[in-house]
Structure formats: C-alpha cells, structure tokens
C-alpha cells in the first residue's frame, strides 16, 4: 500500500522520473537555466533564416500539388503557343486553295494532315488560325467583363445605401434578359462579324457574376480593420478600394475570370455556329463546325477536328479555374485531385 504512495527522490534533471504518485514515468527535457542558448538562439548564430511564406506562397504551392490542373494548364499553354504562332506554324494559309485535292480526308503523310474542306483549304491550317480568334475573343471578353464587374461591384459593395441598390437593380434586371436572344440581335445588327465587336458584346452580358461576387466580398472587406485604419489616416476612398481591398479579392476575380475564359469560347463558338458571331472569310472555330455540319458523316473531319478543339480548350480553362480555386480558398487542407 505504501509502495504506490511514496515520495518521489529528487532525479537529476533529464531522467525518467514519476510524473505522478502511480508510479507512471516519462522522459522530461530538461528547462534551460537562465542565459543558456535556446533553439532560437542557435539558429541565429548558425545563420538559418526563418523564412514566413505569404498566403501566395502557400497558394501557389497547392496550385502546383493539383496535378490535373498543371496537366490543364500546360495544355492551355500549348493552345496559347498555337495561337500566338498562328502564322508560323500553320502550314497553308487558312485562305489558300488547292483544287486538286478537295474534300480529301485526313491523311498521315505531310499533305494534309486533317484533310481539307469543299474548297481544297488545309484544315489543320483554318483549325489553328480558329484557336487565335477564338481564343483572342475569349480573353478580350474576360478582360472587359472582369474591369466592369469588378468596378461595380466594388463601388456597390464599399459605399452601399442608393448606389448598391441602383447598382445591384442594374444588375439584377440584366440577368433577367435573355441572353442568347440579345446577343443573336445585338450581334446582328452591330456586331458585323468583327471579332472585337463579337467580344464587346458579350462582355457586355458577361459583367453580372463577377460584379455580384465582388460585391459581397467587399461588403465583408469594409469593416475590416486595416480599412478603418485607412479612413482614420486620411486615405481617400479610391486609394482605399484600389490599394486595399482590390487586392483581398484578387483570389474569387482570379477564378472567375478563368471560368469566363472557358464560357466566352463556347457561346463565341455558339454564335458563329448561328451565323451571328466571326464571319469569313477570318476562321473561328464554331463556324468551321457550322460550314461543316452540312457535310454530314460523308465529311466527318470538317466538324470533329473543330469540335474536339473546343472541348479541349473549354476543359483545360475549366480545371484550371477549379485549381485556382482550390488553391484561393484559404479553408481548403488539401488538394483534391
């Protein structure tokens, strides 16, 4: 009975000794006296420097764990090669014709290599100069819907009252349009075929998700701290909005724009299809599949090859956006794919 119960002996410091009266031991480090070095201290005279990562760092890092987000992103970059080097890396003209060898289909040898149209055009040629105006829409049209979103829904969201409500019941009544009927005649009789016209329009109609997804963020954004600290040191409002909070809602703009990439390429794809969107004799990739689609399976390539094209390009955009994402989020633990 009073074997359980006895006082411990003095241990020297760093043994095993009882941590209770049952008898139960553990290893205990031993506390450093005063002026003995500390781990901190030593790694100050190693010269180890300890680094603080930003909430950047630590996105980038998860961006780089998403596999298939890097796999999307090199596919994406290879596109943007494509269309920056249109020019240099199609073999034809995308105008040129060549009677001898019309409706030919896709061949191995270094001819043709997706076949060509009714006219005797290469179509690898018209499908590479497709992706630059595509693509060059699609990121015009990001750019411009990004820079009006973003603006109204960072002044609706910081000085609310009547301008949020006038802002946000704009907002609201250009969600409520149909938007496939007032491109097809915003397109009709303004857009001309022009590529940039193509893209202002549909930034025009594009603006709404992003202005209401800043605006909720700078709604939370305004109260902060760092904001009244600002108010109180004199800043003025617009220093305040572009230098910080702009900045706090770089993470959900970032994402965004990726998806409206991704959405641009499908409905500029749409609308040329339609005959409203990029006119020839410029290719785009949704009227190679409209000139196409005429041809049936006797033609097959004249749709597939374009086709496959947009669906790539559409899904690359996508994963990478949902990488951005994930990586953005700062309550995300770990990377889902």
């Known amino acids: ?9 003095q241990q020297p410091s760093g043994d095993l000794r009882p941590t209770a009266s049952f008898g139960v031991t553990q290893s205990i480090a031993p506390v450093a006296e005063v002026g003995e070095p500390t781990d901190l201290t030593l790694t100050y005279e190693t010269g180890v420097e300890v680094k603080a990562r930003s909430q950047w ?7 780089f764990r998403h596999r298939l987000a890097m796999a999307s992103l090199v596919v994406l970059l290879g596109f943007g090669v494509v ?15 060549d009677l001898a060898y019309t409706n030919q289909a896709p061949t191995t040898n270094a001819t043709h290599w997706f076949g060509t149209d009714q006219l005797g055009r290469d179509y690898l040629s018209r499908v590479i100069f497709g992706v630059q105006t595509s693509l060059w829409v699609a990121l015009l049209v990001a750019l411009l819907s990004t820079a009006i979103g ?73 109260e902060k701290e760092y904001v009244e600290a600002a108010k109180a040191s004199g800043s003025g409002d617009t220093r305040i909005i572009i230098r910080h909070m702009i900045p706090n809602t770089l993470g959900p703009i970032i994402v965004n724009t990726t998806l409206v990439v991704a959405a641009a390429i499908l409905v500029e794809a749409a609308l040329s299809f339609l005959g409203f969107g990029v006119q020839p004799p410029i290719p785009a990739l ?16 004249l749709v597939t090859f374009p086709g496959l094209t947009i669906v790539a390009i559409a899904l690359a955009v996508n994963f990478v956006g949902d990488g951005l994402r994930d990586a953005l989020d700062p309550t995300q633990q770990r990377v889902r794919a």
């Open 57 to 63: 760092a630590y996105a980038r890092r998860r961006f």
């Open 83 to 97: 269309a920056i080097f249109a020019e240099q890396l199609a073999p034809y003209a995308y105008d040129e014709l």
């Open 286 to 301: 949704g009227k190679l599949i409209a000139d196409g689609q005429s041809s049936g399976l006797q033609l097959w390539w």
């Open 1 to 9: 009975m009073s074997d359980h119960f006895q006082t411990p002996r």
């Open 150 to 222: 973003t603006a109204i829904g960072a002044i609706a969201g910081y000085f609310g009252g009547w301008m949020d409500n006038l802002l946000m019941r704009t907002t609201d009544l250009v969600l409520t349009v149909p938007g496939l009927a007032v491109l097809l005649v915003a397109a009709a009789y303004w857009g001309g075929g022009d590529p940039f016209r193509v893209a202002v329009i549909l930034a025009l109609l594009f603006w709404t998700g992003i202005a209401r997804i800043v605006r909720g963020v700078f709604l939370s954004l305004r």
